[in-house]
């Protein structure tokens, strides 16, 4: 199965008797932020926009402006998802958990652990994942300030957001099996085409409105299906009873 099935798998799996319950507070919490980032993208974005081009390209306004508004709304949205799996993680790993204890039937290393173990171990994943983001997104940054080689920002930003979507949604899963945020990364690296598929349908989902309220739980759902056909062996046990 490609990146783009498990999107689709994720969005059928979320619906599931005995998973629905689950996905309501990643749900609830995805439709408020995304409502906040769509509004302040579209409120603010043509404000930015009007300044940045320099007057020797004003005749090329006309395609300029459209790539440079994706560019910006494309870091809109990824800040807001970084945010909404802040807040949701510890459902997001909750989720996850069920959902794979349907699929397999077998339960997580995590799943005797309390709420609030879950979400210190989950906040300390996110801070780790969010430090990474900066360290590209920072640069990214400063390129779309640049002339003539801000045209080259939002594709750019497209690549990564659609890398971090994977590493944001697979940690559900595979955190819930103590695996790193660098053996993820790695492991991830052994199928770059499945990963970058699968990121790129997530970030093309956060950018369709209405459609974009459920990225959090698809992106949970579809990345544990791929968890579970893909895992990689693990050195530890990964279930102690």
């Known amino acids: 199965m490609n990146g783009f099935s498990y999107v689709w798998q994720g969005f059928s799996l979320m619906w599931r008797p005995g998973i629905r319950r689950f996905v309501l507070i990643p749900l609830l919490i995805n439709v408020v932020l995304f409502g906040l980032g769509m509004w302040a993208g579209v409120h603010y974005a043509h404000q930015w926009l009007d300044g940045l081009l320099p007057s020797w390209l004003e005749w090329l306004n006309w395609i300029l402006i459209p790539l440079l508004f994706i560019g910006l709304m494309l870091v809109a949205y990824f800040s807001f998802t970084i945010i909404a799996n802040f807040i949701a993680a510890p459902f997001n790993a909750l989720l996850a958990q069920k959902l794979e204890m349907l699929l397999t039937g077998k339960p997580t290393p995590e799943d005797d652990t309390s709420l609030w173990q879950l979400t210190l171990k989950t906040v300390a994943a996110e801070w780790r994942k969010f430090r990474y983001f900066l360290a590209y997104?920072?640069?990214l940054l400063l390129i779309s300030f640049v002339p003539g080689l801000n045209l080259l920002a939002p594709f750019l930003w497209f690549a990564f957001s659609a890398w971090m979507m994977t590493l944001q949604y697979v940690d559900a899963p595979a955190g819930n099996h103590?695996?790193?945020?660098?053996?993820?990364?790695?492991w991830l690296k052994t199928m770059p085409a499945t990963s970058l598929a699968f990121g790129t349908a997530m970030t093309g989902m956060t950018m369709v409105p209405v459609l974009n309220f459920f990225a959090l739980p698809v992106g949970v759902c579809g990345a544990t299906a791929l968890w579970v056909e893909r895992r990689p062996r693990l050195t530890h046990d990964p279930v102690k009873r």
């Open 137 to 139: 997104a920072i640069p």
């Open 178 to 186: 103590l695996l790193e945020f660098e053996a993820q990364k790695s």
